[in-house]
């Protein structure tokens, strides 16, 4: 029987945690760069994306993390998390643009999203 246990790629899902790790290091080097993934979820909200639940999440916590260090604390613990309900959160990520393509090429696949 296929499960959500027999589904996963060890080896992405390593991947994919390095790479939010990163995103988190990049972030907390210079939090200036929360203002793409904003201007990602704001635009992506105008489109009409979905689900639009998740974006207004990440919103929350973008804006927290632009406002004070303990939501910016907040943000970078979750994106360094590896728990299930935490990647499967990440699966709506607005941070594209963070990484450079020379870095988004040190990771050729991620496990689910």
Not at 69 to 80: D, F, M, N, S
């Amino acid at each position: 029987m296929l499960t959500i246990e027999n589904c996963h790629d060890p080896a992405g899902d390593i991947q994919e945690y390095q790479k939010f790790c990163l995103i988190a290091d990049k972030i907390e080097a210079d939090p200036s760069l929360l203002s793409i993934p904003l201007e990602n979820v704001d635009r992506w909200i105008e489109r009409g994306v979905q689900p639009k639940s998740k974006l207004v999440e990440w919103r929350a916590l973008v804006v927290a993390a632009k406002a004070s260090k303990a939501g910016l604390l907040e943000l970078l613990q979750v994106l360094r998390d590896d728990s299930e309900p935490v990647r499967y959160f990440k699966g709506f990520d607005p941070f594209p643009g963070i990484l450079t393509l020379a870095e988004q090429r040190s990771f050729p696949w991620t496990s689910r999203h």
